[in-house]
Every structure is written in C-alpha cells, then in structure tokens.
C-alpha cells in the first residue's frame, strides 16, 4: 500500500483491493461444476460480496467474533457470545476458529445445510418490505375488541 495515502483515500485502497480480491473468488465459484446447477449465481455472489463487505473485516479481511456481533445487532439480533461461537463453529465445519474468510461464507449461503447466520441474512430483506409500525400511543381500545 502507497505509504502517504491517509485516511479515506487508505480506507477506499484497501476497499478496493477487497473488491478485486472477492471478485476473483467469485470466479473461482462461477466456474466450479459443483455451482452449476445454482440458478442466478452470479447476482448472488454479488450480493453475496455486498453483504460481506458490510461485516467489520479484521486486518486479513475475515470475520472475527466482534464483527459478526456487530453486524447481527445492526440486524436487531443480538446474539450472545455462546451462540456466536456455535455460529461461526457452523459455518467452518467445527474448525476452532475465531474467524471465517469470505469463501467459508458463500459456501455457507450456497449450502444446503441450514446456519443460523444463513437464515438471519437471508430474511434480511424480508424484513425490510414489511410495513413501518405505528407511532405514537396505542389506539383506544372498545368492547368489542375484547376476546
């Protein structure tokens, strides 16, 4: 990295070094026989790459323990640190590791077996289109709302 970048122009190098990097991982899945059959990959790996991009990625561009709290509270799932280790435990096979890369991530998504982590952003979205909840105070109540 150029050493007299600073501040954004570092933070947008780096950003865009990650971009190229998943990129080339994306790749290495459009053109893996085992991924042929997804419908739609390649605007899934986008998002996919989107999606990962809004973690907190650590030095080497993976996802600790913290980002992935951080992320599932920006979600309005918290979660506590038992269940983050599970989490992350699910998504590397069993590995005792504190982090996943964005490989480990898509094959993850792309999988067929069902993480807690897939689902939460998977439903993201549809969370998104429901309709805004009422401000204000609850609307009186009459008798003939009573069970």
């Not at 998504?109 to 549809?126: D, H, Q, T, V, Y």
């Amino acid at each position: 990295m150029d050493k007299h970048l600073q501040g954004g122009k570092a933070f947008g190098f780096l950003k865009s070094q990650q971009d190229v990097k998943l990129n080339s991982i994306n790749e290495v899945f459009l053109t893996d026989p085992k991924y042929a059959e997804e419908e739609d990959l390649s605007s899934k790996l986008d998002m996919f790459k989107n999606k990962y991009m809004e973690f907190d990625l650590n030095d080497q561009g993976d996802i600790d323990m913290m980002g992935l709290k951080r992320m599932l509270e920006k979600l309005g799932v918290a979660k506590t640190h038992l269940e983050l280790k599970k989490m992350m435990s699910d998504v590397v096979g069993g590995a005792a590791r504190d982090t996943f890369c964005y490989t480990d991530f898509v094959n993850m998504m792309l999988g067929k077996r069902n993480s807690i982590l897939r689902l939460i952003l998977m439903f993201e979205e549809k969370g998104k289109d429901q309709e805004p909840k009422e401000s204000g105070p609850p609307q009186r109540k009459t008798f003939s709302d009573l069970p």
